[in-house]
């Protein structure tokens, strides 16, 4: 079978360039340069432009092809291929590689005669999506292009000249999960009629009962449609009064803050029982942060892009279960912003969940920052028209994007899809008006956008200021190609708040920014100072959280060369585990256990020695038990014994000195960090052993356990080679 399929997967690529070209824009399933989550946020879209809106009756009808793949018909797909103007050779082959296989029955030991297959295509073949969503193009199009159908039809803005108005939504489809916005009875009518041709046409069946749901774009709940849907068969509307949140793609479709807590809730109990789990395994903490990144928080990166801005306490729980995850069998903990720094700065890469948030949005907010010259897809569009209408502008999405005064009732909506932007963007440390904004553009913005109180007024308030734009007090002169201030011949909205602007800025009280001073500039007005430069940024998600994370600077002794270095060094992932809580300080000391009143550490003197308080130096090397076997290992392999310093700059500091230790050994210098980790397991596990475990509690039983951990060390350390 693979020989025969090889010729044919030759040209995959080109079927699926040709089907790009064939299947509407609103099919997302398994083509390329498509996303699932458009599907997500244009109901997400639909359900808040309804429910702002008093009188939508609008619902979506979600539907499910029972054994869609299973149910394709041979002779129909070979009629669609043919309409779509596919080869007869090419539909032939397609025909023999999917309908001619042979069938036996194996009952009781028997083969029965062969069957051939005449319906049905293969789940695990990598043609079987493009040619289902072929399949199902026609009854996409008989709905799409049906003038009787009116959908849903997104906000538009009229004055917004530069982008076109969105066409009405009624129908959105992955692979066969597809979803119908409806208006009325007529609506469903003809909907109806396009389904039942397509099934007696295709020989597909539509799961009603099992898999179907109704949704109230509004969220109110409609009698009306209920009766409609009982007639045919369908199950009532999901409304704001159901108890239970619906789902799409994956996705929580909620109409109350009831059901996206329930949601919510339930996402984190799947989060903390993965967790616990996958807390039963020997992992390294790269390893745990790897399997939190990549397995365990998937679907929430998945559901993140769309569940608007979860409840603070979503994150803070949240947060604590993947720190709890992070630190399991470890204490004090690390400081869960030190695990989401990069590596290379002595973190693991940990994804902070509120910020992996703001960083997802990125699909979105490009295009809109980007449309000039380009073809804008319709999800572009719909967003573009929509923050225009719910803003306080109309002319570009972008001001209120990077402005915050001009930003509507719904920036502080935390269901709405402006927030999760708005959020996004306010994360960004960029001065906007450093950027070579056109005049058109500042004239639009808010007065309070282009000032700053100088050094000795900061204050300084101006509540009036606040009601103004840039338009209100200044002008752009044609003839001379500049911003001025406008004059009685201009026409002044605002005088008396003209006049205490222009005072405050003659006397000194406030700066013009560097973006408006460029354009506006009087000699005897000062400037702020700066340069007026634009600010470039690269929209990938990775750029996104290193420059949006707040500074933390952990270890300031340890560069990023010296990190990459020591996530390099060969060793044991437990004794790895222990060194990186050395770097970060957060050993078990007894002084530590007792400044946290553990019942393990009555005084903060060393549990063996009972001479000296347990620092960390005291922990790792200062003790007289635990230094006899840094002594007794150096010599077994040769080394000179290293002076107390050396090892503390090594595990502490990550500081080599190669000088400190002697050239005549049988191992290489590279070796030193890789064995200095042998050692420091050993002690760490006899004393885990003695006062973790339990196993004694008095100080001779613990020499005893260390001095039988040298053998340890000594094997550890050679068989490492």
């Known amino acids: 079978m693979t020989v025969i399929m090889k010729p044919l997967y030759v040209g995959y690529n080109s079927l699926i360039q040709a089907a790009d070209q064939l299947i509407n824009q609103f099919q997302t399933g398994f083509m390329p340069d498509r996303f699932i989550a458009n599907n997500g946020i244009l109901i997400k879209l639909a359900m808040e432009q309804a429910r702002n809106a008093s009188n939508s009756n609008h619902i979506v009808l979600q539907l499910d092809a029972e054994k869609g793949y299973d149910r394709v018909s041979l002779d129909y797909l070979q009629v669609v291929m043919r309409r779509f103007g596919f080869p007869a050779t090419f539909i032939s082959s397609i025909s023999n590689l999917f309908f001619s296989t042979q069938i036996h029955l194996n009952i009781n030991g028997h083969l029965t005669a062969p069957i051939t297959q005449r319906r049905g295509l293969r789940q695990e073949d990598p043609l079987s999506p493009i040619l ?9 199009c008989s709905i799409l292009h049906d003038s009787n159908i009116k959908g849903f039809q997104p906000n538009f803005c009229a004055t917004t000249l530069s982008m076109p108005r969105p066409d009405s939504l009624k129908v959105l489809a992955y692979a066969d999960d597809t979803s119908v916005l409806l208006n009325n009875s007529q609506d469903f009518y003809h909907f109806q009629v396009h389904l039942d041709h397509y099934q007696a046409a295709s020989n597909a069946c539509m799961n009603k009962h099992k898999t179907t749901q109704a949704i109230s774009l509004s969220g109110r709940p409609l009698t009306i449609w209920n009766n409609i849907l009982d007639d045919a068969g369908y199950p009532p509307c999901h409304t704001r009064n159901s108890l239970n ?23 984190l109990i799947r989060i903390k029982n993965a967790c616990n789990i996958h807390a039963q395994r020997q992992l390294s903490i790269c390893g745990r942060a790897t399997i939190l990144n990549a397995l365990v928080l998937s679907k929430l990166w998945h559901v993140l892009r769309l569940v608007g801005a979860a409840p603070s306490s979503f994150f803070r729980k949240l947060r604590a279960i993947c720190g709890q995850f992070m630190m399991t069998r470890m204490f004090p903990r690390i400081d869960f912003n030190k695990l989401c720094l990069p590596r290379s700065h002595g973190g693991v890469g940990l994804l902070e969940p509120l910020l992996q948030q703001s960083a997802l ?5 490009e295009p809109l920052f980007n449309v000039t010259g380009t073809t804008p897809s319709y999800i572009t569009i719909c967003l573009w028209h929509h923050i225009c209408t719910t803003s306080n502008t109309t002319s570009d999405p972008c001001l209120p994007l990077v402005f915050p005064q001009l930003r509507g009732s719904d920036a502080k909506d935390t269901s709405s899809i402006n927030y999760l932007l708005y959020r996004a963007i306010d994360q960004l440390p960029i001065d906007w008006l450093s950027a070579n904004l056109s005049a058109t553009t500042i004239l639009q913005l808010p007065l309070n956008s282009i000032w700053i109180p100088t050094v000795g007024n900061k204050s300084l308030r101006r509540p009036g200021f606040k009601s103004l734009v840039v338009s209100d007090l200044f002008i752009f002169d044609s003839s001379l190609s500049f911003i001025r201030r406008r004059n009685s011949s201009d026409g002044l909205n605002r005088p008396i708040l003209t006049r205490r602007f222009f005072d405050d800025l003659a006397q000194r009280r406030i700066y013009l920014l560097a973006g408006f001073a460029r354009l506006y500039l009087p000699s005897d007005f000062p400037n702020s100072g700066h340069s007026g430069s634009p600010t470039l940024f690269e929209w990938k998600t990775k750029i996104f959280r290193r420059i949006c994370h707040p500074p933390h600077h952990s270890i300031p002794t340890v560069s990023s060369k010296q990190w990459s270095m020591f996530w390099a060094w060969p060793m044991e992932h437990t004794a790895r585990n222990i060194w990186y809580r050395t770097l970060h300080n957060t050993l078990p000391t007894a002084s530590r256990r007792y400044q946290f009143q553990l019942s393990t550490a009555p005084t903060p003197i060393c549990d063996l020695c009972n001479s000296n308080i347990d620092t960390t130096d005291h922990f790792i090397i200062g003790c007289p038990y635990k230094y006899e076997i840094w002594q007794l290992v150096w010599g077994r392999i040769r080394y000179a014994d290293p002076a107390s310093p050396a090892i503390l700059a090594l595990l502490c500091n990550l500081t080599i000195d190669y000088t400190d230790f002697s050239t005549n050994s049988l191992y290489q210098h590279t070796h030193i960090p890789t064995i200095g980790a042998c050692i420091f397991q050993a002690i760490w596990n006899a004393y885990y052993r003695t006062f973790f475990d339990g196993e004694d509690d008095n100080s001779t039983a613990a020499n005893t356990s260390l001095s039988s951990a040298t053998t340890y060390s000594r094997t550890t350390t050679i068989t490492t080679f």
Do not use: K
């Open 361 to 365: 949005q990125l699909r979105w907010l």
């Open 245 to 267: 949140h619906a789902l799409y793609l994956g996705y929580p479709i909620t109409s109350s803050c009831q059901q996206l807590h329930v949601f919510l809730d339930e996402m």
């Open 132 to 140: 289902f969503n072929i399949a199902l193009e026609p009854l996409l």
